[in-house]
């Protein structure tokens, strides 16, 4: 089955204390991001990768970091993680090479996050 | 400004009924008109994409964009309790930042 899969789907911690979400797809999508979700603000991403060993910030990255050593995998790092970094995250894959054509993603099933 | 704004919501209707949900843009930029359904604790999922301006219809769903009012609609035609959902626009221009922009998400409940 074609899918992107995070986890974990639920963690609680404590500000300071290094986390990584894992993310992995399975359609040899070359395009991968990923975005928070919370309340009246929508969907905002925070970083994507175009491809293996290639990344870049999206709209909210201060406070993570991402890695692409392989093409399935885009692991969210959060290094020293504050309240403000409570959400919801959502890992997403694309088709395209060079870049996306149309716009269509394919969402894993989210991990909420809260930090205490 | 934002570039997509979106109603909240949330949006309660009885089942049978014809919803409108809709969202305004400001970037003329934008070629790839999007909506994505997004079920309690799940991902969202692309429901149905336009291309430019125009109608495009699936099912009990047609997704309408007019480019030169920068508007986008989705209209869900007898609606069903499996509706339920949040709804989000999205926005992309290919030939831009890669990034696709989304509404907030409107909360639609199908009351049967």
């Known amino acids: 089955e074609a899918q992107v899969t995070q986890n974990p789907r639920y963690l609680i911690t404590v500000t300071g204390k290094k986390l990584t979400v894992t993310c992995s797809q399975n359609?040899?999508?070359?395009?991968m991001s990923w975005y928070r979700q919370d309340p009246g603000l929508g969907l905002r991403q925070i970083y994507y990768?175009?491809?293996?060993?290639?990344?870049d910030k999206g709209d909210v990255p201060e406070g993570y970091k991402v890695s692409r050593k392989e093409k399935r995998n885009f692991p969210l790092i959060l290094e020293s993680p504050s309240p403000n970094q409570t959400s919801l995250y959502f890992c997403?894959?694309?088709?395209?090479?060079?870049?996306?054509?149309?716009?269509?993603?394919?969402f894993g099933e989210g991990s909420r996050l809260t930090v205490l | 400004q934002k570039e997509v704004e979106q109603d909240p919501g949330p949006l309660s209707v009885p089942e049978g009924a014809i919803v409108s949900l809709n969202c305004t843009y400001s970037n003329s930029a934008f070629q790839y008109f999007m909506w994505y359904r997004q079920y309690s604790r799940k991902g969202p999922e692309l429901l149905m994409y336009t291309y430019s301006s125009g109608n495009k219809e699936d099912g009990r769903f047609t997704a309408q964009v007019d480019k030169s009012s920068k508007y986008i609609s989705l209209f869900i035609r007898d609606s069903q309790p499996s509706d339920s959902a949040t709804y989000l626009c999205?926005?992309?221009?290919?030939?831009?930042?890669?990034?696709?922009?989304f509404g907030t998400g409107t909360k639609l409940q199908v009351i049967p």
């Open positions: 999205a926005l992309f221009n290919s030939g831009g930042y890669q990034k696709v922009t």
């Open positions: 997403a894959s694309s088709f395209g090479g060079s870049r996306i054509d149309t716009g269509e993603l394919f």
């Open positions: 359609m040899n999508h070359e395009y």
């Open positions: 990768s175009m491809n293996v060993e290639v990344t």
